[in-house]
T-cell receptor, first 114, second 111 residues
Framework: AQSVTQPDIHITVSEGASLELRCNYS??????LFWYVQSPGQGLQLLLK??????LVQGIKGFEAEFKRSQSSFNLRKPSVHWSDAAEYFC????????????FGGGTRVLVKP | DTAVSQTPKYLVTQMGNDKSIKCEQN?????MYWYKQDSKKFLKIMFS???????INETVPNRFSPKSPDKAHLNLHINSLELGDSAVYFC??????????FGPGTRLTVL
């Protein structure tokens, strides 16, 4: 069965500082990997996805993530955080194919200090 | 343009009632989903429909019945609501093997 672990429940970062959110997955085959962001009271917005190819993927809002098969990780990074990046971030793994069931991690809440 | 829309946004009801949540997507996707997000923000898939056919049912109580009248709509009907059904319910859609796009969510509160 697939699973996703986000080890950090909360992260506080100063505005302008860099951000890295950790994600580890367990999946038997090549996974489809995703990062979503959820602002307070809002739905989930797709930040970026990895299906195959280049292991460094670029997303929206200046985010990027790197797939490392040897570490079963898909960490999300942003070089310089803005106050508007304060939100809950979810990593997810999917099997692809019909149905494409997504399994989500528990989320990491990011707080941005002025 | 709203890609995936849900109604209502908020739903407050008494235990034992029956309620429905509606979802529509205008992305032309073949597959639609319902997810439940609990009070600890944990997201779990409930159902998946592909071209109006049920393909995932994740051990959800049969009080929950999804219905897909066409591939652009996936509604969720809940019978005999219980306190534990309080959550945020998200609809999503995708093409096969492609990222899922989520609706804004419906916050259900059962009193």
């Amino acid at each position: 069965a697939q699973s996703v672990t986000q080890p950090d429940i909360h992260i506080t970062v100063s505005e302008g500082a860099s951000l890295e959110l950790r994600c580890n997955y367990s999946y038997g085959a090549t996974p489809y990997l995703f990062w979503y962001v959820q602002s307070p009271g809002q739905g989930l917005q797709l930040l970026l996805k990895y299906f195959s190819g280049d292991t460094l993927v670029q997303g929206i809002k200046g985010f990027e993530a790197e797939f490392k098969r040897s570490q079963s990780s898909f960490n999300l990074r942003k070089p310089s955080v803005h106050w508007s990046d304060a939100a809950e971030y979810f990593c997810a793994v999917g099997a692809g194919g019909a149905g494409n069931k997504l399994t989500f991690g528990g989320g990491t809440r990011v707080l941005v200090k002025p | 343009d709203t890609a995936v829309s849900q109604t209502p946004k908020y739903l407050v009801t008494q235990m034992g009632n029956d309620k429905s949540i509606k979802c529509e997507q205008n992305l032309g996707h073949d597959t639609m989903y319902w997810y439940k997000q609990d009070s600890k923000k944990f997201l779990k898939i409930m159902f998946s429909y592909n071209n109006k056919e049920l393909i995932i049912n994740e051990t959800v109580p049969n009080r929950f019945s999804p219905k897909s009248p066409d591939k652009a709509h996936l509604n969720l009907h809940i019978n005999s609501l219980e306190l534990g059904d309080s959550a945020v319910y998200f609809c999503a859609s995708s093409q096969v093997g492609v990222a899922q796009y989520f609706g804004p969510g419906t916050r259900l509160t059962v009193l």
